[in-house]
């Protein structure tokens, strides 16, 4: 029960690392100050909620680890974010449409994780709903804007929308670890999102009159530690410090 | 208006400033006034979001979630602060495009600091204090300045930015209780730093063409020498306290002037980076430029959407 | 002739009971847009409970040529302010 709640949180924190990670490197290069500071917000508020799972991660461990080992100091394979988030800043269409996809997810999730009988996960999933709320209101305004912009915007939306819609499906994996959690009442049963999220992503992408991608055929991995090759790069980043200077405090 | 019109409107201006009356945007200002005030603000505003490169590079590389979110939020800080400036500089008739395209063909400088590279974690340590440091020396006074809208905008970046020392002091000061290795990244820093930030309080008072103007625009308060003498006396005890040794052999205490002495600086690399000479002067405009180019689809994607909304709009209205 | 963000003018009211008052300016496509991005630059640090954005081009201001006309006259009414008037010390509460 210890080890699949440490695990099951793993796997909810990784996702907001990486992605925040992703989002901090856009950092004083956005297509607008304005811009600029809306997704360091975005980062910021990512990173928050990283540290209140990571600090709960630690105390179930027990052990010496603190919340910055874990976030750290994990081999490639230990990580368990959706390979959805880890993809790179290709543009800022890719950037709004990876935000979109995984927004629509997130904000059903930790809608659902609110009710877990796990006190503490429920407590950081209501802090965390209004926070993503707002997100999804920025990355679906985005695609609409994108979308109805200009031939050339409208091209990239698409083509961003298509080259991540390949990670979609993996939202509502489950590992054996999730499927424990789902049956104790901590966990959410992810497969029951499925339907609304893509009826919803369906709406926005009509109104943003981009078209739905066809292709039936999905990535998975992420969830069992199998990552795509642009984790690796991010996480030498992410690890530099810790891995060149060991057991040290900053 | 004849020129004795504009003489005459020129002294009531002076008088108003002497008053320590605030000069609002639409009110009557001398050409040059309002010129400077373009240049030195925009250059403010430069300053600030050519300044979030070099920390910027450090963000994904932080040493803990927690140095993380503070560089973060630091970093993007200082976009806000860029946003307050040039905003206040375009109530004098500037856009904030035109004021870019001058950054970015170099008609418009930025502070020289910014093109020394951040080579290890302890650069965030040292900008955070030495840098950040020597800017709030520099920006304090500016809240009481004659125009308007840039005392009000630094009013609210002063605000902001007392945590960005405290941030820098305190990484500084970690490293330097920490580890021989860390102190060693500590000192380096230091020592790449010190002198730089010594030249960032700007050229000597005898070389320093604006001086006597700005005072009496109240666009400066103190001298470029007395600034940097303050920031020399404030920094020094610091830097002992956390057992980090000035790069500056003549460095000494002198109890007559009641401040330190300290060994000359080298203006020749002062200028050579100004002039565009500095180890990273092309990778932070090619860095500014290709955020700024390679935006430009999404900026013009948002207005034509607007525009389809307002059409929409209008439509349903009729 | 390129068309960039519009400037928009930004008035935050910091909690219940008190007025918007303006905090600054910023640049935004719309109207939505100029909301988020004034959420974002100008309520960082739990700076507001409210937001109003107006087109700065849609503002109207008066001319500061004319201030003298404007305001100077109000200057010496002083029968508008309570002190004007004399009343005996013993009465209270008026």
Known sequence: MKNNLYNYILGIADNSLILGQRLGQLCGHGPSLETDIACTNISLDLFGQVRSYFQYAAKIAGDQRTEDDIAMLRKERDYKNVLLVEQPNTNFAFTIGRQFLFDVYHLAFLTELQNSNDFTLSVIAKKCVKEVSYHLRFSSDWVKRLGNGTSVSKEKMQEAINGLWTYTDELFYQTNADKEMVFEGVGVDVTKLKNNYYSRINEILLEATLEIPESKWFQTGGKEGVHTEHLGYLLSDLQYMQRTYPNMEW | MSEEQIKNLEIQFNARIERDE????????????????????????????????????????????????????????????????????????????????????????????????????????????????????????????????????????????????????????????????????????????????????????????????????????????????????????????????????????????????????????????????????????????????????????????????????????? | MKKNWPLWEVFVRSKNGLEHRHFGSLHAADAEMALENARDVYTRRNEGVSIWVAESKNITASNPLNNGELFEPAQDKVYRHPTFYDLPDDIKHM
């Open chain 2, 22 to 318: 605030k000069i609002e945007p639409k009110d009557w200002m001398p050409e040059k006034y309002r010129k400077t005030h373009i240049r030195q603000m925009s250059q403010h505003a430069h300053s600030e979001i050519v300044g979030m490169l070099p920390e910027g590079n450090w963000i994904s590389r932080a040493p803990s979630l927690r140095r993380k979110v503070a560089l973060l939020a630091k970093v993007q800080d200082e976009a806000g602060h860029g946003l307050y400036l040039y905003s206040a500089t375009e109530t004098l008739g500037i856009s904030r495009e035109e004021m870019y395209e001058q950054l970015h063909t170099g008609k418009a400088k930025y502070s020289s600091i910014f093109n020394y590279p951040t080579l290890t974690w302890a650069d965030m340590g040292a900008i955070g204090w030495l840098v950040d440091g020597a800017a709030i020396i520099n920006q304090v006074p500016l809240c009481n300045t004659s125009y308007g809208p840039y005392a009000r905008a630094m009013i609210r970046v002063c605000k902001e930015e007392s945590f960005h020392q405290r941030q820098g002091f305190e990484i500084m000061m970690k490293l330097a209780n920490g580890t021989s290795e860390q102190k060693d990244l500590a000192q380096d820093a230091l020592n790449r730093w010190w002198w730089p930030s010594l030249m960032m309080l700007g050229p000597k008072d005898e070389e320093s063409v604006h001086t006597e103007q700005s005072m009496k625009w109240k666009l400066k308060r103190k001298s470029n020498d007395d600034l940097r003498q303050q920031f020399i006396d404030q920094t020094v005890p610091q830097a002992d306290l956390i057992g980090l040794t000035i790069p500056d052999p003549e460095l000494k205490w002198n109890k007559e002037r009641g401040s330190y002495d300290f060994g000359p600086i080298n203006w020749d690399e002062f200028w050579q980076v100004v002039k565009g000479h500095g180890p990273c002067n092309k990778e932070r405009m090619k860095a500014r430029v290709g955020a700024w180019k390679e935006g430009e689809w999404v900026r013009d994607a948002a207005i034509a959407y607007a525009e389809k909304q307002a059409n929409k709009n209008f439509n349903k209205a009729v």
